[in-house]
Structure formats: structure tokens, C-alpha cells
């Protein structure tokens, strides 16, 4: 299993509207957050492709995401 911290930049006042993503498959935490970044969401998948098919079709085509940072965990299980 993968796991991915996917930090993003929404246009202003419309977060809430990608912490909704929580619904797309594989989103497990979708939260808003003060700082650089305006949410930030955990996705895991099982494969890289299908982390890349939920980031770059599913996320980034959100109307009021301007950003995102992907980071990929490795854990030593």
C-alpha cells in the first residue's frame, strides 16, 4: 500500500470545497489547514499509477485547486 500527504493550494476562501474530496477513492483524510497550504489530504493506493490517476485526473481538475505537493511515505513494513 501506498501512501501519500498531498498538501494544496486552493484559490482563496474555497478549501472547504477540496476537503470534500474525502469522497474520491482512496482520499482517507481531507482536511483544511492554516499555513503555505490551504488543505492538505492522505490518499493510499496500491499502486503508483493509481496514486497518479487520483492526483493528476481526479485532484488537480478540482475547479479551486491552484497547487499541489505530493509526498509519498515509506514505511518499513
Do not use: C, Q, W
Not at 20 to 38: C, F, H, P, T, W
Amino acid at each position: 500500500m501506498i501512501r501519500a500527504f498531498i498538501l494544496v493550494r486552493t484559490k482563496p476562501g474555497t478549501s472547504e470545497e477540496v476537503v470534500r474530496a474525502r469522497r474520491i477513492k482512496g482520499v482517507k483524510l481531507a482536511n483544511s489547514v492554516l499555513g503555505r497550504y490551504d488543505a492538505v489530504l492522505v490518499i493510499e493506493s496500491k499502486s503508483l499509477e493509481e496514486l497518479r490517476k487520483t492526483i493528476y485526473e481526479v485532484l488537480e481538475k478540482l475547479e479551486h485547486v491552484e497547487h499541489t505537493e505530493t509526498l509519498i511515505s515509506f514505511s518499513p513494513d
